[in-house]
């Protein structure tokens, strides 16, 4: 759904108390083309294989059940080959370089939003590397007041267990929280768990939803 209305029906604020956001596609980025090439050319490897591999086994990972380099160890036996110590270090850093890259106008939305004194929150699928590298590099992730990395929660999208975590967390009424992501399928997840879910497209729209100038 693209708008703050309650999908179903039921007796709840107008405005939604909480803003829980995405953190990639909605205030970071999505992987750079150059970062996915220069991870394929590493693995050395069939493209669509790789791709495979790496997205098949990405959730234990995002969830926090292994660690990078057990990662890629699962990564290469899939692909039927071994990366050594030295090539799992360099794909780390590699997959971490591609995800860097942040939306600035996002990042204006959400230091605005705080600034407000609107209560904000943030759910990520990501892994402990590249959590650390976020945390160590963008002050602005101190105005959410729940930062839930799915690392460190146990929890990755769109299982209900990573929504249940944030209204606990958040000690939150569902529809009291209004979750902002760019995919639908964590969209319907969030809202059969009562969340209220705005599809993100552009931070245009995401202001009118919100009722702010454009």
Partial sequence: MNDISDSTGADAPTEPAILLFDMFGVIARHQSQDGKDRLAALAAAPETAFWDAYWGLRQPYDRGDVAGAAYWRRVAETLGTHFDEERIARLVEADIASWSAVDETMVAL??????????IALLSNIPEELTAHYEERHSWLKHFQVRAFSCRIGHAKPEPGAYLWCLDALDAAPGGVLFVDDREENIRAAEAVGLRGHLFTSPADLRKALGLSV
């Avoid at 959400?110 to 209560?119: F, K, M, N, T």
């Fill in 110 to 119: 959400i230091e605005e939003l705080a600034a407000a004194g609107r209560p």
